[in-house]
């Protein structure tokens, strides 16, 4: 009786193998369904963050977080307007997409262990790196986070960036006196009102909170970066077809700037004969439809937006009010790190 019972069990071990593969494709594929049949994208984004995700009077949106949401929203509708973007506090992201009243978070949001391993949650890519810098009055005259020491400096409280400041000047040997608030909004004020001489948090919030400073030129940011912070969207875990669709449309930017296609010249992409850039508009190859999407998804996408270095200029970089160097967010041939697989 023994073959006969190891072969009931191999093939119920078979069936199960099977069902799970049919569950996770069923799974993959509701987010898409869903987002089509409803007709729009739903994203969700911060409630107010110059250059990330910010809106005007007229109920406008803008900003690099945004543009990702429109860029995917293009990739899949082929009309990047069919997004409806959702303002979501810091507290009440995660849950909002666990809860399925958002498709895909994209709200500056850093890349960790904790917020992956066992929540349910996925980050699809990282769309900027960002780190923990430093704003300081011009007053002091310091180049260097090095030259801080005896530095009064404003924090949030209960905050990895108040663990990260401790950390920093204790392994450089120096002191500081830290004047904590219990929000990010108190700290600036407080440093815009010379009660400390220093503000520290993520790079990308001192670019953009030095816009609200009263004499904002009285300040300025400086270059060293004291942790990582990698920020991406995030999807739920139980959709892997909806994970990677996400996760190309980040790819695809990078890849266009790597390939040189832009807003500005796809007819040129659409007539070239170059290998690479047929794979990309979908000339060649059937990779749109493996993700579920038209072949010309990753064209769409940058036609919306522009490739990753026109969407990082126009909202942070140069082009922007924030100014912010692109850094680590440079391509990887250019100094930086940003890499895209092959699109192949």
């Known amino acids: 009786m023994g073959a006969p019972s190891s072969s009931l069990g191999l093939r119920i071990l078979c069936a199960a193998a099977v069902f799970s593969t049919l569950a996770v494709s069923v799974a993959g594929a509701a987010t898409l369904d869903t987002v089509k049949q409803r007709g729009t994208l739903t994203c969700g984004v911060s409630q107010g963050l110059p250059g990330f995700s910010d809106r005007d009077a007229q109920g406008n949106w803008s900003g690099f977080d945004v543009d990702f949401c429109r860029a995917l929203a293009a990739a899949v509708f082929n009309d990047p307007k069919k997004v409806t973007f959702v303002p979501l506090s810091a507290v009440e992201r995660f849950d909002a997409l666990k809860d399925g009243k958002i498709d895909v978070l994209s709200r500056n949001s850093t890349w960790t262990l904790d917020r992956e391993a066992g929540s349910g949650l996925l980050f699809a890519s990282v769309m900027y790196y960002d780190g923990q810098g430093f704003m300081v009055a011009r007053r002091l005259q310091v180049t260097s986070a090095l030259e801080l020491d005896k530095a009064s400096v404003c924090v949030q409280k209960g905050t990895t960036t108040a663990l990260n400041l401790a950390d920093f000047f204790r392994a450089n040997s120096m002191t500081?006196?830290?004047?904590?608030?219990?929000?990010?909004?108190?700290?600036i004020k407080a440093f815009d009102t010379a009660q400390c001489d220093v503000f520290t948090s993520d790079q990308s919030a001192l670019y953009a909170n030095r816009l609200g400073l009263s004499?904002?030129?009285?300040?300025?940011?400086?270059?060293?970066?004291?942790?990582?912070?990698?920020?991406?969207?995030?999807?739920?875990?139980?959709?892997?077809?909806?994970?990677?669709?996400?996760?190309?449309v980040g790819f695809g930017l990078v890849d266009a700037e790597e390939l040189g296609i832009g807003a500005s010249n796809l007819s040129e992409a659409l007539a070239s004969t170059k290998p690479d850039a047929k794979r990309f508009t979908g000339?060649?190859?059937?990779?749109?439809?493996?993700?579920?999407?038209?072949?010309?998804?990753?064209?769409?996408?940058?036609?919306?937006?522009?490739?990753?270095?026109?969407?990082?200029?126009?909202?942070?970089?140069?082009?922007?009010?924030?100014?912010?160097?692109?850094?680590?967010?440079?391509?990887?041939?250019?100094?930086?790190?940003?890499?895209a697989p092959p699109l192949r």
Do not use: C
């Open 176 to 187: 500081y006196r830290e004047l904590a608030f219990d929000t990010l909004g108190d700290a």
């Open 215 to 248: 004499k904002p030129e009285s300040v300025e940011i400086l270059p060293d970066v004291i942790s990582k912070e990698p920020l991406g969207p995030v999807v739920r875990s139980d959709d892997v077809a909806w994970f990677n669709i996400v996760k190309w």
């Open 283 to 339: 000339a060649d190859g059937d990779f749109g439809r493996k993700l579920g999407l038209d072949n010309a998804w990753a064209l769409q996408a940058v036609k919306a937006v522009g490739h990753y270095g026109e969407m990082f200029e126009r909202n942070i970089g140069s082009q922007s009010r924030l100014g912010v160097p692109r850094g680590l967010n440079q391509l990887w041939s250019q100094g930086g790190i940003l890499y």
